[in-house]
């Protein structure tokens, strides 16, 4: 059974989902569980986040070859809504100094543990990228994969992000589109049809257009450079990056230097 705590609050904060998502516990590591499709999209993640980092930062004056072992050795990296650490754990793995936060304090003491026995270190802290922001951190890399779609008012929490950065630093970002298509197959087909994520996960009226999210980091001293799709291959059972984001896309930003 979940713990009760006290829960960080910030505007930028939906208590209804961080209680959702507070009571996953271990579940957050069953890839065939109700957050298997995070283990299943999560590569796809982790190679634009890599190969887009390492075209864009150098090492030692050379540029960084996303085939090291380790290629993102060096950089400061936080993870924005981290759950249960999915994805803070491949980003550590490649070499990144990773700190992670979440506004719901079982998903941190899963992160916590399930690192401590993969040999990890990874700063897991129960905050909010608003007190990140407020203590004066800044980030070579700031990522928030699907967690846009789940928090109030967007524009801000982009802008809140968006000051993490370090100047001549990453924004990456994963969302949902807000189109007829992403009702169809996000909600209605992954909630109620394929039973892949727990129902009621989703609102489509969060759900964020592209263009939007482009304006909105342009407002906050970002620019787009790069945005791409992910699409599942039904007969692969599997994700990869696509250019139709008319359902999941990410979209990558830097800020001058």
Wanted: overall charge negative.
């Amino acid at each position: 059974m979940p713990q009760h705590h006290d829960r960080p609050h910030s505007a930028s904060v939906d208590p209804k989902d961080v209680e959702r998502f507070d009571r996953l516990g271990e579940l957050w590591w069953d890839a065939t569980g109700k957050m298997g499709i995070l283990h299943e999209i999560n590569p796809v993640r982790v190679h634009y986040i890599r190969d887009l980092a390492c075209r864009h930062f150098r090492a030692d004056g050379a540029a960084r070859d996303r085939h090291d072992a380790r290629p993102l050795e060096g950089l400061r990296l936080v993870d924005i809504g981290c759950g249960g650490g999915i994805l803070s754990e491949s980003l550590a793995e490649l070499g990144a100094k990773v700190t992670a936060v979440d506004p719901a304090p079982n998903n941190i003491e899963v992160a916590r543990r399930h690192a401590e026995r993969s040999g990890l270190d990874i700063a897991y802290r129960n905050c909010t990228a608003e007190a990140l922001a407020a203590e004066g951190a800044r980030f070579d890399i700031v990522v928030a994969m699907e967690v846009l779609e789940h928090v109030e008012g967007q524009s801000d929490f982009v802008a809140t992000l968006a000051s993490l950065v370090e100047p001549g630093g990453m924004l990456f970002l994963a969302t949902i589109d807000r189109t007829l298509k992403s009702y169809a197959l996000a909600i209605l087909g992954a909630e109620y049809v394929l039973g892949w994520v727990p129902r009621g996960t989703h609102d489509h009226d969060k759900f964020v257009r592209p263009d939007e999210l482009s304006a909105w980091l342009r407002r906050a001293g970002l620019r787009e450079i790069d945005r791409s799709g992910m699409s599942f291959q039904p007969l692969t059972r599997s994700w990869r990056k696509s250019h139709d984001t008319d359902v999941n896309y990410m979209m990558a930003a830097k800020k001058s230097g």
